[in-house]
């Protein structure tokens, strides 16, 4: 079946502006999760959705980002006021049900470049 | 100290050679460990979880030391394809037990 898909899949942007990002997860995956991958570092933990549950949100890096889940569907990630540091490949991942024990499947990224 | 350390490397190694891995985590309340592969622009993939016992998947073989909070990885026979970043996994912790601690990586590159 499908995995899991993001678009845009590269984003330019200027300092200051917003941006969003989207995540369409596997179908029937409950779970939700957004990482940060800055240029050589390893994946930071942002956002995390599961079901109905009220959002883990204690990895934005900041009041500038925030992300919405519609019921176990699609997610979007928006970044306000954009600054350079934001630069980075976002990745979003599905898993099932959210149990830490389950693998966690991950889209191909969206670049994005702050100017 | 850091949440998950590896050594990022890079190891260069022959074909055919065997190499291992270790990665630190410093939170005894872990309860899942993983490794995953991410290749170069890619996302990362699922290797394989730990298991408490000691886990093995053809060549590659993970283990588990629960009192030195300490994972690690070896790849027999390595192949050219084996060349990649390494990432070591844990699930997080407190009432964040979903989400996924990334170690920075650990670089292969395995040469002809």
């Known amino acids: 079946g499908a995995g899991v898909s993001q678009s845009p899949s590269n984003k330019v942007t200027e300092k200051g502006k917003d941006v969003e990002l989207r995540c369409d997860p596997i179908s029937g995956h409950t779970a939700l999760y957004w990482y940060r991958q800055r240029l050589g570092q390893g994946l930071e933990f942002l956002i995390y959705f599961q079901g109905n549950s009220a959002p883990d949100k204690s990895g934005l890096p900041s009041d500038r980002f925030s992300a919405e889940r519609t019921g176990e569907s699609v997610s979007t990630l928006t970044i306000q006021r954009t600054q350079q540091e934001d630069s980075a490949v976002y990745l979003c991942a599905s898993s099932q049900r959210g149990d830490s024990l389950e693998t966690q499947y991950f889209g191909p990224g969206t670049r994005l470049l702050v100017l | 100290r850091k949440e998950v350390e590896q050594d990022p490397g890079p190891f260069n190694v022959p074909e055919g050679a065997t190499v291992a891995f270790n990665c630190t985590y410093s939170?005894?309340?872990?309860?899942?460990f993983f490794w995953y592969r991410q290749d170069c622009r890619k996302e990362p993939k699922l290797l394989m979880s730990?298991?408490?016992s000691g886990n093995e998947d053809g060549r590659f073989t993970a283990q588990l030391n629960r009192a030195s909070q300490y994972i690690s990885l070896l790849i027999r026979d390595s192949k050219l394809s084996d060349s990649a970043t390494y990432l070591c996994?844990?699930?997080?912790?407190?009432?964040?037990?979903?989400?996924?601690?990334f170690g920075k990586g650990t670089k292969l590159s395995v040469k002809p």
């Open positions: 939170n005894s309340a872990s309860q899942s």
């Open positions: 730990v298991y408490s």
């Open positions: 996994v844990v699930n997080g912790w407190g009432g964040s037990q979903g989400n996924l601690i």
